[in-house]
């Protein structure tokens, strides 16, 4: 049984009008100590995603299909109270701005004080050892306890924000964006730094994040979200070497290398769909280097391609009539 | 190529902690930079090196605690008029990091770049500013510019805000534009179209650019030149393809092995980093990066290295590189 099962996750925003889909019939697994990481631009729904995975939604976003299926149990369905036994203890959550994140007018101690208070009786020594040794984890000299967010630079901050999170050694850590606010160098010692605290506690990891090139030598599967949907699904080095969607390829032809001669880039002309909104035929067409006149009309499923899933009809296995890829 | 702007010696000092503490926090310190026409020079370092700080001495927000600016051979010290220092912040506009809280939100896009126009071309009449509206918002890449221009900031996406952002420099018919991380907040898969649309800009318009950022790798897809800052020195320059190729200083080596780059193999071996970047209040002489160097000697503990040519043109600030 893997650690946690998605199956046909769908989460609507209620506008006045109808409802904008921003996570559509998401399916994927994350496996013991896997980690699995989540890309797309701005508006795909990656946040929404993490968020629901959570159960942090709050209105006007609703989970309205699909499970969520942690060791068997049904998060989604949940109540609270039983929710507040896992949270924290067997699954956490790193948020995207640790300036945000932690309270400025508190130690980073308290906080963590704090955070074992929530979900537990310990005394204070207890609390203090245990502060210490999760600070020494994440390699924050413990003399921090007594500083301030304002004290840290953003690169102790976030790993202050991954030490709380590792307090129970969860069995899952969901990360949003925990990189995007350093720089190359903080983010390359902090992605090293998370990889070594997987092999040594053995945790899960789902990460998401816009920047697709971060992730290429520290995922195990990589999801790639557009408009809501996962448009493709695979092994990361696959992924990488051989990106079935072109989505995807965009994503990957956007950055510029440090390697190898300089040529002029493109990006991804165009902007993400409105989720209110969304193109009959595959949601991707309007941008699409490669589309077809099916494209306009046709939504593609997923379809498999080697080890990996894509959703793009150049990709069915027969010409464009092609039966819904299995799932 | 003509020099279009020069600093000696650039300086600029912050008092920290308590109103008499009387320390000072090194920001920026001797910073000599050359500027040429046509040309785009990147300015590369991690948070806190001093480069937003750079960008604003050039920009005149702060003034320098020492040293000068000299554009187009007169010291930016010597301008009194009003007219002068206008027609400076004209030629050197700044486009800045944040396209979400830059643009004001309780006006049109129009807003902003009509009172730039309105300050710095009085030799336009009412008809004249709206056509170069449009032409500037046009250059941009944003169409269609009359549409455009109409509508409110948050009916625009990240990129088209940073786009506006340009349009407004460009109004002033600028001769340098300071770009202040302007991608930084954008996503990947728009920054490539931002860089290109600086890339044109030099191009078409023929202005210069100081595109600072912390990303390496665009700062070569765009830059001719590029100086690598760190902790409020400028520790290596040159050409770009020639620092990224044989990059000298441990700092800028550093930098270069931290870029993410999904088409080479991973090198676990790779030496990883822990270090913070350096707090430069009261700083004692020595090398500002020997606390993380790997070649740190004696002799950087007491003597401040300063840049030394070891190839043409290209400079680094160590006493062991070669």
Redesign the interface.
């Known amino acids: 049984m893997p650690l946690l099962d998605v199956q046909h996750l769908r989460v609507e925003y209620a506008t006045e009008n109808r409802p904008a889909i921003a996570v559509d019939d998401v399916s994927f697994t994350v496996g013991e100590g896997e980690f699995v990481a989540v890309v797309g631009e701005s508006g795909c729904g990656k946040s929404t995603l993490l968020f629901a995975l959570a159960r942090l939604l709050s209105p006007p976003a609703e989970i309205t299909h699909g499970s969520v299926d942690f060791r068997g149990k049904n998060l989604v369905t949940m109540t609270e109270r039983r929710l507040n036994v896992l949270r924290w203890r067997e699954f956490s959550v790193v948020m995207q701005s640790a300036m945000n994140a932690l309270n400025p007018v508190t130690s980073v101690g308290a906080q963590l004080a704090d955070a074992m208070a929530a979900h537990g009786r310990y005394t204070s020594a207890e609390v203090t050892q245990r502060s210490v040794e999760v600070l020494k984890l994440v390699g924050i000299d413990p003399i921090h306890l007594a500083s301030y967010p304002h004290q840290l630079s953003g690169g102790m901050r976030q790993r202050a924000m991954i030490a709380m999170a590792l307090l129970f050694t969860p069995d899952l850590v969901i990360m949003d964006e925990p990189t995007s606010a350093l720089d190359v160098v903080a983010q390359r010692a902090l992605m090293v730094q998370i990889r070594e605290l997987q092999a040594q506690l053995g945790f899960a990891v789902i990460f998401v994040t816009h920047d697709m090139s971060l992730v290429s030598h520290f995922s195990d599967q990589l999801l790639v979200m557009y408009a809501g949907q996962v448009v493709e699904a695979g092994p990361t080095r696959t992924v990488f070497d051989h990106p079935a969607h072109p989505y995807s390829r965009g994503l990957l032809d956007a950055f510029p290398s440090i390697h190898g001669p300089r040529v002029p880039l493109t990006g991804i002309p165009g902007s993400p769909p409105d989720l209110s909104r969304l193109p009959a035929g595959c949601t991707f067409q309007p941008r699409c280097p490669v589309s077809i006149d099916e494209c306009v009309t046709t939504r593609p499923p997923l379809y498999p391609v080697g080890p990996a899933l894509s959703r793009c009809l150049l990709n069915a296995p027969a010409p464009v009539s092609a039966p819904e890829a299995s799932k | 190529m003509t020099e279009l702007l020069r600093t000696h010696g650039l300086t600029r000092h912050f008092r920290v902690g308590g109103t008499f503490s009387g320390k000072r926090l090194h920001a920026v310190d001797d910073v000599d930079l050359t500027i040429d026409e046509r040309e785009i020079i990147a300015l590369v370092g991690?948070?806190?090196s001093g480069k937003s700080t750079i960008a604003r001495l050039l920009a005149r927000v702060y003034a320098p605690t020492a040293g000068e600016i000299i554009y187009r051979g007169r010291s930016l010290a010597k301008l009194r008029r009003r007219k002068e220092l206008l027609s400076y912040r004209g030629d050197v506009p700044m486009v800045f990091q944040d396209p979400f809280s830059s643009l004001n939100p309780a006006y049109r896009v129009n807003h902003g770049i009509m009172r730039g126009l309105l300050l710095h071309r009085p030799d336009l009449d009412a008809a004249g500013r709206r056509a170069e509206a449009v032409r500037v918002v046009e250059a941009v890449g944003l169409h269609p510019a009359a549409e455009i221009l109409d509508r409110y900031p948050y009916q625009l996406?990240?990129?088209?805000r940073q786009r506006i952002g340009f349009a407004q420099a460009l109004a002033y018919r600028p001769k340098l534009i300071i770009a202040d991380e302007p991608v930084s907040m954008l996503?990947?898969?728009?920054?490539?179209?931002l860089?290109?649309l600086m890339a044109a800009l030099r191009e078409d318009e023929g202005v210069s650019i100081l595109y600072i950022t912390?990303?390496?790798?665009?700062a070569?897809?765009l830059s001719d030149r590029i100086a690598v800052m760190y902790g409020g020195h400028i520790v290596e320059t040159g050409p770009t393809?020639a620092v990224?190729a044989e990059p000298k200083h441990p700092y800028t080596q550093?930098?270069?092995?931290?870029?993410?780059?999904?088409?080479?193999p991973?090198d676990e071996a790779a030496v990883?980093?822990?270090g913070?970047?350096p707090r430069v209040v009261d700083p004692a002489p020595g090398c500002r990066f020997r606390g993380r160097c790997p070649l740190a000697i004696e002799r950087c503990e007491v003597e401040t290295p300063l840049l030394r040519e070891l190839a043409p043109q290209h400079r680094a600030a160590c006493h062991v590189a070669t």
Do not use: M, T
């Open positions: 991690e948070s806190g996406s990240g990129g088209q996503d990947v898969s728009i920054r490539i179209g860089l290109n912390h990303d390496i790798a665009s070569r897809y393809e990224l550093l930098l270069l092995s931290a870029v993410p780059d999904p088409r080479a991973l990883v980093d822990r913070e970047p």
